[in-house]
């Protein structure tokens, strides 16, 4: 019996396992058997792996192949396993020297050509085998730059398995075609893109909406959520929209964060490896609860709209047009900042941390004017009721817009500040936040727990007094007493104050109550 040894990383979500691939070539019945509980497309892979290596020009071996994949009980699933299978298959064979794959990670699907195609989940897999004490990685050659954004790691692209096998071999490289691979498109037909925006957003574009500016800064400044209720017309979507612009890049180990979730759901731009800026999701109103949190069937789970939203920012706008459930799906996100997706075969998480923005017109048929809405109160009550009082509750900032004055459409436009100059007052807010969290896992006042706020960030007790009499009237929630709390810090960040004082305080309780049904 000749037995041979290479690795590569099964994915659950984002989290990834290393998994040896061990090949064995006894006697028996000839054909190769995959065992260690692979799923269709994996299974698949022993046709694949046959027409790779005949069309590598590489004899495949006509004997029993056991080919087993550990730990045996977690389940795999993919094309993600051809290149370590048949690499495993030809050491053992001897047709490669069996040391020189022992200690690689490989990751790619073989075409029936030999060709090694570009696969989704490269970069977190690459992680994974990182985290776990792997050195060298072989992915394909269209992957190459994303598998390289992980530090300390040696990776080597393939083309093709016969170009690998000579690699391995220590031969010259054989002459291939500088084929291109193409873009890479989803596996499904998820609809959800990130927004293409323009460089010419500015959020002087918007006249009037003073508060609503303001609100935007401080939504940037401590990623608080925002709610904006208003006629059509007023500017909701207009601000929503340039809200990104107030954002500063993601830090590096940010982005490497966000660029695993899209790279899992197979989202990267060509020629965009890592994702920089903060993403941007506006889903349309009939997207389900599955395409809005992830879901899927069996082992092919894909993150949803919250986690493509990860870091950044997720718009619904018309937000009472979404589904109740889709809406009501968005609580447990917006508090614990993760998504977790339970099937049958196991548990997949999905990083969620993000800033919603919702907008909503008062009534159905969302006259300009109230005195020309024709909808009945009930009607109206119906309407705003389907933004239920828990989500409302977990909202930091709300608004009730109305349409600019004529004076404000006509020379606001000057006396507008440009996204430039906000972003940078953004930017001293965030710093300040950073200082005050140093040492601890939080970035900014957003993420701060509750018990964690209240035992060392509560303000002092002349700050708290219109926060007190909320809660005594009945008019604050404990959770809502939270919210206000991270807002007043964040108020007091863009101010240059030390801790709130009752201005802050008294702000942030405005900015919480308004609008709220």
Known sequence: MTLARTRSVSLVGVDGWVVDVEAAITSGVPGLHLVGLPDTALSEARDRVRA??????????????????????????????????????????????????????????????????????????VLAAANQGCQTVVVPRANAAEAELVPGMKVVSAATLRGLLCLLRDEPPPVEDDEDDGPRSPADGFALRQQDFSPDLDLADVRGQAEARRALEISAAGGHHLFFAGPPGCGKTMLAERLPTLMPPLEPDTALEVTAIHSVAGTLRPGQPLITQPPFYAPHHTASRASMVGGGSGRVLQPGAVSLAHRGILFLDEAPEFA??????????????????????????????????????????????????????????????????????????????????????????EFAESSQVVAERVQLARERTLRRLTGTAWRSNAEIPGPELRRRFTPPSDAMVSADEALQRGALSARGLDRVLRVAWTIADLTGHDEPDADDVGGALTLWSAGRQ
């Open 52 to 125: 790779a290596i005949f069309n590598s020009g590489e004899d495949y071996p006509n004997r029993h192949v056991t080919v087993s994949l550990c730990p045996a009980s977690m389940p795999k699933k993919g094309s993600t396993f051809d290149l370590s299978i048949a690499v495993a298959l030809l050491a053992a064979a001897e047709a490669v020297p069996p040391q020189a794959c022992a200690d690689l990670v490989l990751i790619g699907e073989l075409g029936l050509d030999g060709r090694v195609r570009p696969i989704q989940g490269v970069l977190p897999a």
């Open 324 to 413: 109740v459930g889709t809406l009501d799906a968005l609580r447990q996100p917006l508090e614990e900042g993760e998504v977790r997706i339970t099937r049958i075969e196991g548990m997949a998480r999905f990083p969620a941390r993000f800033t919603l923005v919702l907008a909503a017109n008062p009534c159905p048929c969302a006259a300009a004017k109230q005195i020309d809405c024709s909808c009945a109160p009930g009607t109206r009550r119906k309407y705003t009721s389907r933004l239920s009082g828990p989500l409302l509750d977990r909202i930091d900032l709300k608004l009730e817009l109305a349409p600019a004055s004529r004076a404000e459409l006509r020379f606001d436009l």
